[in-house]
T-cell receptor, first 118, second 116 residues
Framework: DTGVSQDPRHKITKRGQNVTFRCDPI?????LYWYRQTLGQGPEFLTY????????KSRLLSDRFSAERPKGSFSTLEIQRTEQGDSAMYLC????????????????FGAGSRLTVL | AQKVTQAQTEISVVEKEDVTLDCVYE???????LFWYKQPPSGELVFLIR??????QNEISGRYSWNFQKSTSSFNFTITASQVVDSAVYFC?????????????FGQGTTLQVKP
């Protein structure tokens, strides 16, 4: 168990370019989350997967953002036509399964992917 | 609506001082979970504690202790005899009782600086 891995750790891009981040969760975890964290703020929820199904999306996730989790393993978060306001740390987390609050498992976070849009 | 408020943006103490980080939460649900996470300069959020809404017992783990009071909707975190390695951003978080996703709702965080 190597924890949650995220790649790349840092990405600098020009406005208008597309970027993709990858998250490899802990292998036996079927829940996967993406969060965004800007400087001086707490992480904000973006989206949630249970296995391969994307079950919840935040209003923060505009139509330029898309997330996938094929086969319920790794996940990707793509941002199209990046804007300067997209500059942030993108955090991925995973947790074991469970239904409702009886499955309120601890989320294990990756180290994040920091995006800078010039 | 669910909300977590950490009113202290930054705290600076000298090593060996005790320090308390405040957390106030809002939720309409009677069942919920509260968490504290630590984010050192490396950036990775590290889990510290989880507490469910039915367990108001205070908890102590080494130099760390937590005081959960439902009457004031608070879940405060105290570090006793602080050390330089405690310097980090600390987040209080809530799991929404009406959600089946287990998503965490975070406060804004408190930056703790412990000076030697």
């Amino acid at each position: 168990d190597t924890g949650v891995s995220q790649d790349p750790r840092h990405k600098i891009t020009k406005r208008g370019q597309n970027v993709t981040f990858r998250c490899d969760p802990i292998s036996e975890h079927n829940r996967l989350y993406w969060y965004r964290q800007t400087l001086g703020q707490g992480p904000e929820f973006l989206t949630y997967f249970q296995n391969e199904a994307q079950l919840e999306k935040s209003r923060l996730l505009s139509d330029r953002f898309s997330a996938e989790r094929p086969k319920g393993s790794f996940s990707t978060l793509e941002i199209q036509r990046t804007e300067q306001g997209d500059s942030a740390m993108y955090l991925c987390a995973s947790s074991p399964g469970g239904q409702g609050l009886s499955g309120a498992n601890v989320l294990t976070f990756g180290a994040g992917s920091r995006l800078t849009v010039l | 609506a669910q909300k977590v408020t950490q009113a202290q943006t930054e705290i600076s103490v000298v090593e060996k001082e005790d320090v308390t980080l405040d957390c106030v939460y809002e939720t309409r649900d009677t069942t919920y979970y509260l968490f504290w996470y630590k984010q050192p300069p490396s950036g990775e959020l590290v889990f510290l504690i989880r507490r469910n809404s039915f367990d108001e017992q205070n908890e102590i783990s080494g130099r760390y202790s937590w005081n959960f009071q439902k009457s004031t909707s608070s879940f405060n975190f105290t570090i006793t005899a602080s050390q330089v390695v405690d310097s980090a951003v600390y987040f209080c978080a809530l799991i929404d009782g009406s959600s089946n996703t287990g998503k965490l709702i975070f406060g804004q965080g408190t930056t703790l600086q412990v000076k030697p």
